[in-house]
């Protein structure tokens, strides 16, 4: 491979054109005409617009992408998450025009897309699942039988969701078969397939997944274990490698499970197999990613390896340029993904342009990002500015680095999750390491930010009352340092307001 497409956009699309680039690969880039500005664009050898800023006319346009990658001699199309990166036809259409699809096969894909046969797989292969109904609800009674047999309260899951889509919990037998029928009628104009199944409800579940990575040639590793605990409405915001709960044994015992789910389907590339650890530090098998994942990077801090470059290294056809021995965890990382949204209003989705925007650097900091200054955030995709990294010797170190990082990152235009990110690096239930997916509705809420209100004329009159006091006091010589709840002064506050 010579040359490669990248069909997305934003940090992702950088991050992989990186890794072609150290391995002495070309790139292209197509775009919409929402990012002809965008650093992915500048960054590619070649650049092609492949239509309007609306998905479905650019990035999702698998034709448009395959007709640009043949009429520019590309070897091989990396799809990147998101978009195109888990459609079993697109990666058909990719091989039927003589190019190679960067992921697994299209089989692969079927297979672990579908939940069921996801979970039919993990059972022959003696993979721990949550009671439940034994394939797709086909009958009410069976229904009643199977949630009876799991116990109340039951979750009822889409076949074809994933993600948290078209979930439901039922605490009794009285609103069962009610339920099964709203949920598989919306599951059916969703996702085209109405088949739904039920799982006892585990109340207060850890998210660990196991990253692997196979090749043509029958070899699968795991690259240990990321925990993705810390998510808002089935948005990840927080994660970490490795996992403070898991102990060596858990983490080898579900290491294998997913190796033996990645076996199961023919896995090659780079996946990740999620699980649910329950409060007895049980763990069962919910649902297998078949793309790079948003998170990667803290699996390459820990172990060292570029997860691009061996995705592409196998697709190639060549063997893992590692065994299960050589993977080892060295320190600890830490991921936050910096939203433009407002933390102290909801989350709400903020627009604008970043008129400052200065990433922090130095030891033990990574920041994949796809914008810089003066950029404006388009409307049409994901609002993730960027994705921060840090890694230290131990998780402490990672937390410090963590809290360091997010201070020096200057951002203003538009409001940002790093206000609501340190947080939760000073949060005791994070630091201590007890905390479960309830995490941000258990402990969070926006006047617990240390920032200003994003009105801001309230407060700068705040910030200029309190420098008025401390300038007052300083005349009449009492000693007295104005601080906010941050610890830190007025000045330094006001200074700071334009910046989280
Ligand atoms: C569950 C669960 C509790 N019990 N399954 C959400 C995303 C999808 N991958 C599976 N999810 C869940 N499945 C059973 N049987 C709770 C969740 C869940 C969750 C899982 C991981 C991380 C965050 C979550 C937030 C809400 C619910």
Redesign the pocket.
């Known amino acids: 491979m010579k040359k490669i497409l990248v069909a997305n956009r934003g940090e992702i699309a950088l991050r992989i054109m990186r890794t072609c680039r150290d391995m002495g690969i070309k790139t292209v880039a197509v775009f919409s005409e929402a990012d002809r500005r965008a650093p992915f664009v500048n960054y590619a050898d070649e650049a092609v617009c492949i239509g309007p800023p609306e998905s479905s006319q650019s990035y999702l346009n698998a034709e448009k992408i395959i007709e640009v990658a043949k009429q520019l001699h590309v070897d091989g199309i990396h799809p990147g998450y998101g978009f195109l990166s888990e459609n079993a036809n697109f990666s058909d259409k990719v091989k039927k025009a003589g190019l190679v699809f960067i992921g697994p096969s299209s089989d692969s894909m079927r297979m672990m897309g579908d939940k069921l046969s996801a979970k039919q797989a993990a059972k022959e292969h003696k993979i721990p699942l949550?009671p439940?109904s034994d394939g797709a609800i086909t009958d009410i009674k069976e229904a009643i039988k199977a949630a009876k047999k799991a116990g109340f309260p039951v979750?009822i899951?889409a076949s074809a969701g994933?993600?948290?889509k078209g979930?439901r919990v039922v605490e009794s037998e009285k609103l069962l078969e009610e339920q099964i029928k709203l949920a598989s009628s919306e599951a059916k104009s969703a996702f085209g397939d109405g088949a739904v199944f039920i799982?006892?409800?585990?109340?207060s579940?850890r998210?660990i997944e196991i990253q692997v990575m196979g090749d043509n040639h029958g070899n699968v590793v795991y690259l240990f274990e990321r925990e993705?605990?810390v998510?808002r409405r089935?948005q990840k915001v927080i994660e970490e490698a490795p996992s403070s709960i898991l102990t060596p044994e858990i983490r080898k015992d579900m290491g294998e499970c997913a190796v033996r789910i990645a076996k199961a389907c023919n896995y090659s590339g780079a996946g990740t197999v999620?699980f649910?650890l329950d409060e007895n530090m049980k763990f069962?098998f919910?649902?297998m990613n078949t793309r790079l994942q948003v998170e990667h990077p803290v699996t390459e801090c820990i172990t060292g390896f570029d997860l691009v470059r061996e995705q592409i290294n196998v697709a190639r056809g060549n063997k893992l340029s590692f065994t299960q021995e050589d993977i080892v965890i060295r320190g600890h990382a830490i991921e936050v993904r910096v939203y433009a949204e407002d933390p102290a209003n909801n989350f709400l989705p903020d627009i604008g342009t970043l008129k400052v925007y200065s990433p922090p650097k130095g030891p033990g900091v990574r920041v994949d990002d796809g914008f810089e200054e003066r950029m404006e955030i388009p409307i049409y995709y994901d609002s993730m500015i960027s994705k921060l990294i840090t890694y230290g010797e131990n998780r402490e170190e990672a937390i410090q680095r963590m809290v360091r990082a997010i201070d020096e990152y200057k951002i203003s235009g538009v409001e940002t999750t790093l206000p609501f990110c340190k947080f939760v690096m000073q949060h005791k239930a994070f630091v201590t390491g007890k905390f479960d997916?309830h995490f941000v509705s258990q402990y969070f809420k926006p006047e617990m930010l240390n920032t200003p209100s994003s009105d801001d004329e309230a407060t700068m009159l705040a910030a200029v009352a309190a420098e008025i006091l401390v300038s007052k006091q300083v005349k009449k010589n009492i000693s007295v340092q104005a601080s906010n709840s941050n610890g830190t002064n007025a000045s330094e506050w006001r200074k700071r307001r334009n910046y989280q």
Do not use: N
């Not at 799982?199 to 109340?203: S, T």
């Open positions: 949550v439940g979750l899951k994933g993600g948290g979930m799982e006892r409800y585990v109340k579940p998210h993705c605990s998510q089935h999620e649910l069962y919910l649902e997916t």
